[in-house]
């Protein structure tokens, strides 16, 4: 099926995208790309040994979408911490943050440089292993941004299937089930 992986003879993953799937795809992960931003050293003529060193972020970011991919690592979210569980949450974030933002930016800077190997006219990707966890981690993402955007709990996913055509989120919905469905297909392709 088109737009969905499915698993090889040799037991890999292939994906098929005609060419408005890979444009809607990588569209989405260059707006992830400039959600996560650059990164340290991610500036021209930054210096690539200071950001070796750099240090990261001690808040949780603001923005609710960047919170949900680089959530805090003790307590529940919403909950007030005690002032020493969140020492201990800024101090994992501040040595954390940073190489956890790389990786994502990563993997969707390699499904972008996938999508664009197919030329503009869609195709078949066929990932490796390796290469299948880099787009797990890139689909994954994506569909934490967008269910955020969305406000989807799980009390109310189920209602995504009966919105009206006129609901201006249909688009965004779209693309959140799409990505579900794709993320669920590689899922069952790498373990099949």
Known sequence: MAGLFERTRDGGAAIALDQVEADI????EVQMLELIGPGPGGEPGADPLAALFAEGPTEMPGDPA????????YGDPGEAADPQTRALAAEFR???ELDLRARKREDALFVVRSLDSLGGDGGVLSPTDDECRRW???LNDLRLT???RLE???D?????????DSDERKP???AYLWLGAMQESLLEAMTG
């Open 66 to 73: 960047l919170a949900r991919l680089f959530p805090d690592a």
């Open 172 to 174: 965004l919905v779209m």
């Open 94 to 96: 501040r040595y954390t």
């Open 146 to 148: 967008i269910g955020i």
């Open 152 to 154: 989807v709990t799980e």
């Open 25 to 28: 795809l990588r569209s989405l």
């Open 136 to 138: 797990l981690g890139a």
């Open 156 to 164: 109310d996913e189920q209602g995504l299937y009966q919105l009206p």
